[in-house]
């Protein structure tokens, strides 16, 4: 499973996260990341859809 470069966190969790929650909710949730972290996760998700049988 990709994650965030420096951190443990899913970078198909934040993309979802960014679909339901405001940027600066998930910017408190997880401090160690920043809006362009956000703007990354969404892309590679886009790019690289997660298959149903890899969650």
């Known amino acids: ?3 965030l470069r ?3 966190i899913s970078v198909y969790e934040i ?8 940027v600066h909710e998930i910017l408190e949730r ?3 990341l ?3 972290h ?3 996760a ?4 886009q790019a690289r859809q997660l298959k ?4």
């Open 34 to 36: 920043t809006a362009k």
């Open 1 to 3: 499973m990709p994650v």
């Open 15 to 22: 993309a979802s996260r960014c679909k339901l929650d405001l």
């Open 30 to 32: 997880f401090p160690s």
């Open 38 to 40: 956000l703007e990354q």
């Open 42 to 45: 969404s892309l590679y998700a």
């Open 6 to 8: 420096g951190t443990p």
């Open 52 to 55: 149903s049988n890899e969650s």
